[in-house]
């Protein structure tokens, strides 16, 4: 049995313009001055606390925990309002590997439990992911944590799961648990900083991500 692990925001789903909204809300309801757009997307992928830290690190704690709350708050929102959409090809490839019988899918991201069921729910993915790790549940990426729940929850050795993920941090949190890594190039991070990062293969859309895990495991067997 095979795993293949997927990060969600910038990999899945394109939702650069409700963190970007939500980021912004929260720093102004903090009374600060947003950071650009380009510099939140570099933190999608954290853990929102750390994200905020790193965003505004020369910010005390008690204001970073208000620019938390009213990001959670307007994102929730702006998701509400209307619900961040999912890549081209994305569903058709999930569901296509969640149809064979030598697979397992999960989700490892850093988004909240209830953001995830909200997006789960909204398009339809009830019963795709056997596992589904979430920022609520473990230290930020890219610490190992959340694939070593998934391997456990899966039943599957490192050694037949793969990471797939825009973002150094996907990268980094993958190669900690000793599991093959996938960047993609769509995301929101550079393709060069996922390269850095040590990801084992590269792929520009979802057709190429499918031949992609394949070799992968093929090189391994």
Not at 6 to 18: E, L, M, P, Y
């Amino acid at each position: 049995m095979k795993l293949a692990i997927f990060d969600v925001d910038g990999t899945i789903s394109d939702s650069q313009n409700h963190i970007t909204h939500a980021m912004t809300l929260g720093f102004e309801a903090a009374g600060q001055p947003a950071p650009a757009a380009a510099d939140v997307l570099q933190i999608v992928g954290l853990s929102l606390p750390i994200a905020v830290a790193r965003l505004a690190p020369d910010l005390d704690a008690q204001t970073q925990s208000q620019i938390v709350e009213g990001y959670k708050q307007s994102y929730m929102s702006s998701r509400a309002a209307s619900p961040a959409p999912l890549y081209p090809g994305a569903e058709a490839l999930l569901r296509k590997l969640a149809a064979r019988d030598d697979m397992l899918l999960a989700v490892a991201t850093g988004k909240s439990r209830r953001g995830l069921n909200a997006l789960i729910a909204h398009h339809g993915l009830e019963g795709i992911f056997v596992s589904q790790q979430v920022a609520d549940d473990h230290p930020s990426k890219p610490h190992p944590s959340m694939i070593g729940a998934a391997l456990s929850e899966a039943g599957v050795p490192a050694t037949e799961a793969v990471m797939i993920g825009d973002t150094s941090f996907d990268i980094e949190m993958g190669r900690s648990a000793g599991i093959a890594t996938i960047g993609v190039r769509w995301g929101y991070h550079a393709p060069d900083v996922l390269e850095a990062a040590g990801a084992h293969r590269m792929v520009d859309d979802f057709e190429a991500l499918e031949a992609a895990l394949f070799d992968l495991w093929e090189m391994s067997a």
